[in-house]
């Protein structure tokens, strides 16, 4: 039902601000029917009504007034720690045409000066200029925000994009060194996307990159920053973090990869990620896109390793670099075949360099040399530990 209550509440409201109640009835009389109108007659209620009442789109304020006069109310709200309030338009009525008094309110924020001899054609065109500025700068600022919104962020997956990772990686550089921290970058790629790609409509496919996006976010920290670079390949920059600490969450993502479960039409997608790794504290003469390029080509590395696979380093070229799993299943060497450089001291100095790849090489041979003291562990602490399991894995019967 329409009435007055609900065709003043369409009307932008304006609080008018006076302490005479002859000026506050002449405004009312010119601006009635064009604006919802509210009344205060000192600065200190005004200001609280302000406060209490984020409707008003502008304010008509007299300059001297009990409590706080219009000056300091203009000061009041130009301080104050509301964007919306801060920003409101104001328009000073006062009696005094002189034009220092006009420049001092402008000083103090003013947007416009109107005297109390203002008659209500010009009143109305300066009240619709001001609110029109104000909802062009609004328009202005939503259209800026969209633009970087779009520049910052994947459409795709809602991740952030290549530029932005490499700007927040520049800052966590420019921290790190000063505070001697390292800094580590993924470079994460989707093993075989390619097949997904031709199998699968691309509404299906863009739901694997947003699905695994929203795992990649989940699996770390807070401060790391994740993006997505292009198709099927990610990055990550890890602030604060030391190779190994790297590693630990190249697994992790690793595993929650091969451990998602997707369906699509009855049939099972799995999937498996590949990721190179840099840091900082091996390549202290990179900057961050210089890391990113770095870990970018160790990821190449992974993926000719045939996906599922990270590559933290170059792998010496005297040495093969078969998967785990293939490392694990192949028990045929001999720990007395073993070079010498992989003894069990040799190799945890290896796995604390975060030269995993090197280790797995010679894995199943240092587990059999280790799997005595194991089982003498777990009887002495008594961890009920089984060992039939790495038995098995390792071919001992």
Excluded at 24 to 48: C, F, I, M, N, Q
Excluded at 141 to 153: H, M, S
Aim: contains cysteine; negative net charge.
């Amino acid at each position: 039902m329409l009435n007055e209550d609900n065709l003043a509440s369409e009307l932008p409201r304006i609080l008018i601000v006076d302490d005479s109640r002859m000026v506050r009835a002449s405004l009312r009389k010119h601006l009635t029917g064009h604006y919802d109108l509210v009344e205060e007659a000192d600065g200190e209620a005004a200001w609280t009504r302000l406060q209490q009442d984020a409707s008003i789109r502008l304010m008509i304020s007299d300059v001297s007034m009990p409590k706080l006069d219009g000056h300091g109310l203009l000061q009041r709200i130009r301080a104050c720690d509301l964007p919306a309030l801060r920003s409101l338009p104001i328009i000073i009525i006062s009696g005094d045409e002189d034009d220092a008094a006009k420049q001092h309110a402008a000083d103090l924020g003013a947007n416009d000066f109107i005297t109390k001899s203002t008659d209500q054609v010009e009143l109305l065109a300066r009240i619709k200029g001001n609110l029109s500025r104000i909802e062009a700068e609004k328009q202005l600022r939503t259209a800026q925000q969209t633009i970087e919104f779009a520049a910052t962020t994947d459409p795709v997956t809602g991740l952030f994009t290549q530029n932005y990772v490499i700007r927040q990686g520049q800052k966590f550089m420019a921290y790190a060194r000063r505070h001697d921290e390292p800094v580590a970058v993924l470079a994460i790629g989707l093993d075989r996307f390619d097949e997904l790609i031709q199998r699968y409509p691309d509404v299906v496919c863009n739901k694997i990159l947003q699905m695994f996006g929203k795992m990649l976010s989940a699996k770390l920290r807070g401060e790391d920053v994740v993006a997505r670079c292009e198709d099927q390949y990610f990055a990550i920059a890890l602030p604060n973090t030391s190779l190994n600490q790297a590693i630990i969450a190249a697994e992790r993502v690793c595993q929650a990869t091969a451990g998602a479960k997707i369906t699509y039409r009855g049939d099972v997608i799995k999937l498996s990620c590949s990721i190179g790794l840099a840091c900082s504290s091996q390549a202290v003469e990179h900057d961050f896109e210089g890391l990113l390029a770095l870990a970018s080509a160790r990821l190449g590395m992974a993926q000719d390793q045939g996906g599922n696979w990270i590559e933290g380093q170059a792998i010496p070229e005297n040495m093969p670099a078969p998967t785990a799993s293939a490392v694990l299943e192949d028990s045929s060497m001999d720990v007395l075949d073993m070079p010498a450089q992989y003894n069990v001291e040799q190799a945890l100095e290896l796995i604390r360099d975060g030269r995993h790849t090197e280790v797995l090489v010679v894995l199943p041979a240092l587990m059999k040399e280790l799997l005595p003291l194991l089982e003498l562990g777990s009887a002495y602490f008594q961890l009920d530990w089984s060992m039939d399991s790495l038995r098995e894995q390792l071919g001992e019967s």
